[in-house]
């Protein structure tokens, strides 16, 4: 995850520095070509600032930083210069499009870049730890691969996306997701370990996805206890990015709970090489 973040950053960062100067610079040029006088505007600024009562200094700082007295500054300035900048509107509505378009692909592919972390972190982790788990065909290792590494990340992603829309909703969708991946990961454990050697309706029934459900929630919050100590003791973004990979790992270990299980009703005469391996 982290080698994803910082490949993203790298990119990123020059990305945006490099956007910015090229904005800077253009729109220096475009305003060597008007005729507006700067000095107009520095009065503006400076008689807006007069204006207020200063026998209240604290009074008067507070509304220099306020959001309204702002706007309205802008606003002024934006009116003396706006005769002068109309027929350069279209360059500089150009160059303000240009700028923010590029930021915007830069940050799609930061995420990007993270996603390919996470999911690569998972697949690595995933495969040290099974390979000691169980012996398994190509193709049942590429089915749990996929299982894990794409639908795995899938459900956490789009609880952080609802999180994003509309807070509460981690709630209802952290539960939702729990028993969602309680029955793939009971779903993906039979297709690689108990299909024509365990009874489908032995795998998945009510009985074992609520109990599954319930682990899958001790572990996940468990986690989530981690991921806020992090940020209350390093701070938000590390504590984020650290405790994505203490979510990655509860999610491992719970699709691994799931293996383990339909491996212990595997009849220990059936397909040895199934068989979990010695330590």
């Known amino acids: 995850m982290f080698v994803g973040a910082v490949i ?36 503006f600024i400076l008689n807006s600032v007069k204006e207020l009562d200063w026998d ?52 799609i592919l930061f995420i990007i870049c993270c996603v390919i972390g996470f999911i690569g972190g998972y697949f690595l982790t995933g495969y040290l730890v099974r390979r000691d788990t169980a012996r398994r065909p190509i193709w049942k290792f590429l089915l749990a691969m996929f299982i894990d590494s794409v639908i795995t990340p899938a459900i956490l992603f789009v609880c952080v996306w609802l999180f994003t829309m509309w807070k509460p909703s981690i709630i209802f969708s952290t539960l939702v997701a729990l028993c969602l991946f309680g029955v793939i990961s009971l779903l993906s454990a039979y297709l690689v370990h108990g299909v024509k050697k365990v009874k489908f309706g032995d795998v998945l029934n009510a009985k074992n996805i609520l109990k599954l459900s319930l682990t899958n929630f001790i572990i996940y919050y468990i986690s989530v206890v981690f991921v806020v100590l992090l940020c209350v003791i390093i701070n938000t973004f590390s504590g984020i990015l650290i405790g994505f990979s203490f979510v990655e790992i509860a999610f491992l270990v719970i699709s691994i709970n799931a293996e383990s299980y339909v491996l212990g009703l595997v009849p220990k005469t059936v397909d040895e090489e199934q068989q979990p391996l010695a330590a």
């Not at 040029?29 to 009065?43: G, M, R, Y």
């Not at 027929?87 to 700028?99: C, H, L």
């Open 8 to 43: 993203g950053l790298s990119i990123l960062l020059p990305g945006c520095i490099s956007a910015v100067k090229g904005f800077v610079n253009e729109i220096t040029e475009i305003l060597k070509e008007t005729s507006i006088d700067f000095n107009v505007v520095k009065d």
């Open 56 to 107: 209240k200094p604290v009074t008067s700082i507070k509304t220099i930083l306020s959001r309204d007295w702002l706007t309205s500054l802008f606003n002024g300035c934006t009116d003396l210069v706006a005769a002068d900048l109309q027929p350069y509107a279209q360059q500089i509505d150009a160059a303000v499009k240009g700028v923010v378009g590029t930021v915007k692909s830069l940050l």
